[in-house]
């Protein structure tokens, strides 16, 4: 899931994320790609890897960029969520919220 947004990375400490996944998925991470205005499109190593809860429940991530992120600085233009790495046949996600503040989902 992704989607053209703009601001700038020093703002932005954190990327919260709200989500359901089902239960026994085979990958227990979630990635958050990220896109600076002076790239040319997503890579491999604009991202930020999360551990998720595959229990079917809803769980809000508080996934740090700042400091942690390669290359987290500078006017952003593009954020993408990939909930799993690789999934399984009849998983799912529900996606509830994705957000730059606390409390906003």
């Known amino acids: 899931i992704s989607g053209f947004t703009y601001f700038h990375a020093e703002d932005v400490d954190t990327i919260y994320v709200t989500a359901a996944f089902s239960p026994g998925q085979h990958d227990t991470q979630a990635q958050i ?28 991530w508080a996934v740090p960029m700042k400091g942690v992120a390669y290359g987290w600085n500078g006017t952003m233009v593009g954020v993408r969520f990939d909930p799993v790495v690789s999934g399984q046949p009849g998983a799912f996600v529900d996606i509830s919220c994705i957000a730059a503040a606390p409390g906003a989902c």
């Open 33 to 60: 790609f990220y896109q600076r205005a002076d790239m040319p499109g997503y890579d491999g190593t604009h991202v930020v890897n999360f551990n998720i809860q595959d229990d079917g429940q809803k769980h809000t």
